[in-house]
C-alpha cells in the first residue's frame, strides 16, 4: 500500500513530448524515508506511520528528536523499564532533518519500524500528487 513518500525540490526543467511539444516538469529528491514510529489504535488511538528525511547533523539535533530515532540510556526510560512498560522500538538511525506522519489502514500496511521506503512503492501507481 502507498503511503507517501518525503523529498525535497531540486530545481524546474523541460522535456520533449513524442510530438516535439515542451513539458515543464520539476525535478524532486524523493526519498529514502525511513519508519521512525508505528502508530497502533491500541496504544494510540490511531493508524499512522511517521517518516524521517534527510539528515542533519547530530550535535545541532535536540535530546529528544535523537531519543526518538535511537536508544538512548535514559534515567525516564529506567523508570519505565522498572515499571513493566513496553518501550517502543527505536529505528536505530541518524536524526532525519524532516519528520512527518502518514495516516494508513493498520491491516493493509506492513511498514515496521526501521524500513527503508523509496520510491519503489509507486511501482504501480499511474500518477502521484
Not at 489504535?41 to 535536540?62: I, N, S, T
Not at 535514559?74 to 519505565?80: F, N, T, V
Amino acid at each position: 500500500m502507498p503511503v507517501g513518500l518525503l523529498g525535497r525540490k531540486i530545481g524546474m526543467t523541460q522535456v520533449y513530448d513524442d510530438d516535439g511539444n515542451v513539458i515543464p516538469v520539476t525535478v524532486i529528491e524523493a526519498g529514502p524515508c525511513t519508519v521512525l514510529l508505528r502508530r497502533t489504535r491500541e496504544r494510540d488511538g490511531y493508524e499512522a506511520v511517521q517518516l524521517g528525511f534527510g539528515q542533519r547533523p547530530r550535535h545541532k539535533v535536540g535530546k529528544a528528536l535523537r531519543g526518538q530515532v535511537a536508544s538512548i540510556s535514559s534515567k525516564r526510560q529506567q523508570r519505565l523499564q522498572a515499571a513493566g512498560v513496553p518501550l517502543r522500538k527505536k529505528a536505530e538511525c541518524e536524526p532525519p532533518r524532516w519528520v512527518r506522519e502518514f495516516r494508513i489502514d493498520g491491516e493493509d500496511c506492513d511498514l515496521d519500524v526501521g524500513v527503508r521506503v523509496t520510491v519503489s512503492i509507486f511501482e504501480n501507481v499511474p500518477y502521484v500528487d
